[in-house]
């Protein structure tokens, strides 16, 4: 679908016009210093989150017949799982598949995009052997110790 752009100004200006194109497309509304704002017609987001709900699903069972097959294109798709160790490739395919259908079914993609987000960190680290390594070390003081800068 095409989505059309106009500037917040020029929708107080005229509305009208600018909603009009709404039959046709998402209008996403440009505010300067603010986020922009999506205009869409409720039934089309509606679908949307049918038709991702719907996905969501497919892939977490797919998961669960054919794992393999999952774990392949999630390192495809997400070039960085190469530094995870394989363990961790099976266990970010399971929360990631479980987490799409459960922000599916509450309408809220934000813990994706934050499960993404910490997986992505988990990769970093591991991708960078001292960095993992001194992570790894067991933490002999029970408050942590004292945190030091390295430079």
């Known amino acids: ?11 107080l200006r005229k509305p009208n016009d600018v909603v009009a194109g709404l039959a046709d497309s998402d209008v996403v509304l440009r505010r300067r210093n ?10 089309r987001d509606d679908d949307r989150i049918v038709a991702f709900e719907t996905l969501a699903k497919l ?18 798709v997400f070039e960085w799982t190469v530094f995870l160790p394989d363990n961790d490739i099976k266990l970010f395919v399971d929360e990631l598949t479980k987490m799409l259908v459960g922000a599916a079914s509450l309408n809220n993609y934000s813990p994706v995009a934050q499960l993404l987000r910490e ?5 970093e680290i591991h991708a960078d052997p001292k960095l993992a390594n001194r992570l790894n070390k067991t933490i002999d003081d029970p408050d942590g110790g004292a945190v030091t800068v390295e430079g």
Do not use: C, G, Y
């Not at 679908?1 to 929708?11: A, D, G, L, W």
């Open 119 to 123: 997986w992505k960190a988990t990769a």
């Open 1 to 11: 679908m095409v989505v059309v752009e106009h500037s917040f100004s020029e929708f």
């Open 34 to 43: 603010a986020p922009a704002l999506r205009l869409s017609q409720a039934d």
């Open 59 to 76: 892939l977490r069972n797919l998961a669960a017949h054919s794992p393999q097959i999952v774990e392949s294109v999630v390192v495809d």
